[in-house]
């Protein structure tokens, strides 16, 4: 599945996802309640800065740029572990292109 840094993600409506000492945890959520039984998933710090910009409104180079100087580095040193972690989260359907 190919990434593309000029489209938006946005963060799936069927997803509970609660913060907790610094991680996020997600659960698949089948009828709107949690589905214990399917897999829960865990972001640690930089899934988490990643996870709170998929709003569907900038786009993936947009939100390189912010998490680049955030984190002060560079936009080609964090583009890969972004595009990554998005490419998980797009596979286990927890987002979505807009």
């Keep these: 599945m190919k990434i593309d840094i000029k489209r938006c993600y ?3 409506d069927n997803v509970i996802a609660k913060e907790i000492e610094g991680e996020l945890v997600i659960v698949p959520m089948i009828a709107d309640v949690g589905n214990l039984d399917a897999e829960m998933y865990s972001l640690n710090s930089t899934g988490l800065a990643v996870w709170k910009q998929l709003d569907g409104e900038k786009d993936l180079e947009h ?3 912010a998490l680049s ?3 002060a580095t560079t ?11 998005v490419e998980q989260l797009l596979k286990k359907g927890l987002v979505f292109e807009t």
């Design 10 to 12: 946005c963060i799936s």
């Design 63 to 65: 939100v390189i740029t």
């Design 69 to 71: 100087e955030a984190f």
């Design 75 to 85: 936009f080609d040193h964090i583009k890969d572990d972004v595009v990554e972690i």
